[in-house]
């Protein structure tokens, strides 16, 4: 076969450093749409991004030639500069950053439509669900622990 045919959805989920509440309501809309740019620049499709002030879900299809660590890579990496640039921090606050790790959990087609939905809703649904909570959430039904080092 000469061509590669690929079709792998993630749902990716990532914290600001420390679960802080660091993206204001009027960003948000802004960074999203920053974040889709940077996943699309690289040949990502990025059928939905969103999030709170203290965490994002992106909803990424990945193409055969990135791994899901660059692409999250690339993602928090830019995304976090462009924070930094547009909205600096006062004097001796630190810049924006996003938490270490992050979550990437395989989402089958039929799926596709309601993660989107999921994604859409999270300001409503944190107002009866914690991220942690959340988070655990998809741990448990990805077959997944939590340790030491989840909440790092």
């Given at each position: 076969?000469?061509?590669?045919?690929?079709?792998?959805?993630?749902?990716?989920?990532?914290?600001?450093?420390?679960?802080?509440?660091?993206?204001?309501?009027?960003?948000?809309?802004?960074?999203?749409?920053?974040?889709?740019?940077i996943?699309?620049?690289?040949?990502?499709?990025?059928?939905?991004?969103?999030?709170?002030?203290?965490?994002?879900?992106?909803?990424?299809?990945?193409?055969?030639?990135?791994?899901?660590?660059?692409a999250?890579?690339?993602?928090?990496?830019?995304?976090?500069?462009?924070?930094?640039?547009?909205?600096?921090?006062?004097?001796?606050?630190?810049?924006?950053?996003?938490?270490?790790?992050?979550?990437?959990f395989?989402?089958?087609?039929?799926?596709?439509?309601?993660?989107?939905?999921?994604?859409?809703?999270?300001?409503e649904?944190?107002?009866?669900?914690?991220?942690?909570?959340?988070?655990?959430?998809?741990?448990?039904?990805?077959?997944?622990?939590?340790?030491?080092?989840?909440?790092?």
């Amino acid at each position: 076969m000469p061509h590669s045919y690929v079709c792998c959805h993630l749902h990716c989920v990532f914290s600001t450093k420390g679960r802080q509440d660091l993206i204001p309501p009027d960003i948000r809309p802004r960074l999203w749409a920053y974040m889709g740019g940077i996943a699309q620049q690289n040949g990502c499709a990025a059928l939905q991004v969103g999030g709170t002030g203290n965490h994002s879900h992106a909803l990424l299809g990945l193409p055969a030639k990135i791994t899901i660590a660059k692409a999250v890579q690339l993602i928090k990496g830019g995304s976090s500069k462009w924070l930094s640039d547009t909205f600096p921090a006062a004097p001796g606050v630190p810049p924006f950053e996003w938490q270490e790790g992050y979550g990437a959990f395989s989402i089958g087609v039929g799926d596709v439509d309601k993660t989107i939905r999921y994604i859409i809703n999270q300001e409503e649904r944190h107002k009866r669900v914690s991220f942690e909570d959340e988070f655990r959430a998809f741990l448990a039904r990805h077959g997944q622990k939590e340790n030491e080092h989840t909440w790092g």
